[in-house]
């Protein structure tokens, strides 16, 4: 198993910055990508950022130019860079790791950690 712990949120006002940090632990041999998902109250939940162990990012449309992922291999753990925070990113943010390759494909989550944004 994949144990993912998120940190970082709390409430900031818009405009403001709020950095995440993701910490896996466990059996992480296979895992390749991380990423950070969002959901707001009554909406899907949707991609915000992933990001792969060689580095490679990709952005949700909304956060592009704002946000910005990381990744520590060496600590294992995953980051999201917020800047320029709007009211509309408010919602719970969950840390997503993702097994595959060599080993059978699997998606791990964390519990999450909310970020309000107050305008």
């Known amino acids: 198993q994949v144990q993912l712990v998120e940190s970082g949120g709390g409430l900031v006002q818009a405009g403001g910055s709020l950095g995440l940090s993701c910490v896996a632990s466990?059996?992480?041999?296979?895992?390749?990508?991380l990423a950070w998902y969002r959901q707001a109250p009554g909406k899907q939940r949707e991609l915000v950022a992933s990001i792969t162990r060689r580095g490679s990012t990709h952005y949700g449309d909304s956060v592009k130019g704002r946000f910005t992922i990381s990744i520590d291999n060496a600590k294992n753990t995953v980051y999201l860079q917020m800047n320029t925070l709007k009211f509309e990113d408010t919602a719970v943010y969950y840390c997503k790791a993702e097994r595959g390759g060599l080993y059978p494909a699997r998606d791990f989550w964390g519990k999450g950690t909310q970020v309000t944004v107050s305008s």
């Open positions: 466990g059996v992480i041999i296979g895992i390749n990508t």
